[in-house]
């Protein structure tokens, strides 16, 4: 493959036009040196759609581990043997709480992740109650992590004032039941699109470094724009000791932003962000994935540790982006 265009691809994605897989694939293994001119032109594409601005996220791990699946990257997962802390969904109190706290980090949403497979109606019912309260106290938007979920669940989620579901694809349909067998991409498909019938925003996305082929970062990024979703969260694998990837390594931080540049240039008009492990595998090359991410989380993960909310909003600002901390309206 000869020279990459990368300004010439920043137009065609600024355009609508889908990238050749030939093009995509000169994103994933652009050479060192033209990181730059890469970065550069998907920074082009982000400023066209979401100018400088970056929406910050928190995350709450709100039931910790019991989960029945089998996802090999998951600590939270009944194959992980990793030391985490095991808890049943947290009081009313908690939740309010972590509100309050990802408001005053400047979040525009509070995400509330439960393990397990699929919410039960009691889980429903008892977040639905809990969200009313948050909204009633709190400026912020909600975002859902739930599992495996109904249209039904979904609807009434939404009428508590929930504005938006997270599901993740992962990874491509061909490499899925190489990290999960307990449940299907199809299943997961299926969730998103439920989310979407019920009215809500969708937010769905992966993790780069499972040991996916470059054609299965591809299909993910286009699966995804077929999809239609509103946020798109790239993680990048942080193997945890107890995990059946416990061994990965096959991150460096060029490639990780080569994967965020592909993703901007596939979804050129969505929130794009820099999720799970940004910190462990971009180090001190963090702010050069708000080049294509226009979103971050702050304050950790589920179960690992990240980067502080002061710290972030320092980062940011010194590189010339803009924290945007007005919440979005319900849609």
């Given at each position: 493959m000869g020279a990459v265009d990368y300004q010439g691809l920043a137009e065609k994605s600024i355009q609508g036009v889908i990238l050749s897989r030939e093009e995509m694939l000169g994103v994933l293994t652009a050479p060192a040196d033209d990181l730059q001119h890469l970065l550069q032109?998907?920074?082009y594409v982000r400023e066209h759609f979401c100018g400088r601005k970056v929406h910050l996220h928190m995350l709450v791990n709100a039931r910790s581990g019991l989960c029945p699946e089998d996802c090999h990257y998951c600590s939270q997962s009944a194959v992980s043997k990793a030391p985490i802390s095991k808890y049943s969904l947290l009081p009313r109190a908690r939740l309010l709480e972590g509100a309050?706290?990802?408001k005053a980090a400047r979040a525009v949403r509070y995400c509330i992740v439960t393990s397990g497979r699929a919410p039960s109606n009691r889980d429903v019912d008892a977040l639905a109650a809990i969200v009313r309260e948050i909204r009633e106290r709190v400026e912020i938007n909600i975002c859902v992590c739930l599992g495996l979920m109904t249209e039904e669940q979904?609807?009434?989620l939404r009428d508590a004032g929930v504005e938006r579901v997270n599901h993740n694809l992962n990874t491509s349909r061909r490499f899925y039941p190489s990290i999960c067998t307990t449940h299907t991409y199809d299943d997961r498909v299926r969730t998103v699109?439920?989310?979407r019938r019920a009215g809500l925003s969708t937010c769905c996305g992966g993790i780069i470094g499972m040991g996916e082929r470059d054609e299965d970062v591809m299909d993910l990024a286009l699966s995804l724009r077929a999809l239609d979703v509103a946020s798109i969260?790239?993680?990048?694998?942080?193997p945890i000791p107890g995990t059946p990837l416990e061994g990965r390594r096959d991150l460096t931080p060029e490639r990780c932003l080569k994967a965020l540049c592909l993703f901007r240039f596939v979804n050129p008009t969505k929130e794009?962000?820099?999720a799970g492990g940004r910190e462990f595998n971009l180090?001190?090359?963090q702010p050069l994935a708000l080049y294509p991410a226009n979103s971050l989380f702050v304050n950790g993960y589920l179960t690992t540790p990240g980067q502080a909310a002061a710290d972030?909003?320092?980062m940011i600002e010194a590189h010339g982006f803009v924290i945007d901390d007005v919440v979005p309206p319900l849609p």
């Open positions: 032109a998907a920074l309050y706290r990802a979904a609807r009434r699109e439920n989310v969260p790239v993680n990048f694998l942080h794009i962000r820099v180090g001190d090359r972030t909003h320092r």
